[in-house]
């Protein structure tokens, strides 16, 4: 098992800045691969970014790419999601989220554990 808790949303004006923080703990945190998604009010969760283990390879949607960084500290058992010039469209409640395989990806059928949910406001 793999206990994941998120840390770090608030509220943020429009270009601003806010880095979320996902503690994991219950398994070598070195071997999984970890992701964030999203999941705004009457819509789907979406998928945000990933990175694996091994490589560190991280991808994310289109939409952040440009803005938003995943990182990770295994010394730590940390999973960071930096997120700058952050947008109206960027309100949702994030999530965290631990697949055992340590590949990771960007469906959330892949993701065996999730966090709580850390809820992000960026008001128009």
């Known amino acids: 098992q793999v206990q994941l808790v998120e840390s770090g949303g608030g509220l943020v004006q429009a270009g601003g800045s806010l880095r979320l923080s996902c503690a994991a703990s219950?398994?070598?945190?070195?071997?999984?691969?970890m992701g964030w998604f999203r999941q705004a009010p009457g819509k789907e969760r979406e998928f945000v970014a990933a990175?694996?283990?091994?490589?560190?390879?991280?991808f994310a949607r289109n939409s952040v790419k440009d803005r938003f960084t995943i990182s990770r500290d295994n010394a730590k058992n940390t999973v960071y999601l930096q997120m700058n010039s952050l947008k109206p469209e960027d309100t949702a409640t994030y999530y965290c989220a631990a697949d055992a395989t340590g590949v990771g990806g960007s469906s959330p059928e892949v993701f065996d554990y999730w966090g709580q949910g850390t809820q992000v406001t960026v008001p128009s």
């Open positions: 990175i694996s283990w091994r490589e560190f390879t991280t």
């Open positions: 219950g398994r070598t945190f070195s071997r999984l691969a």
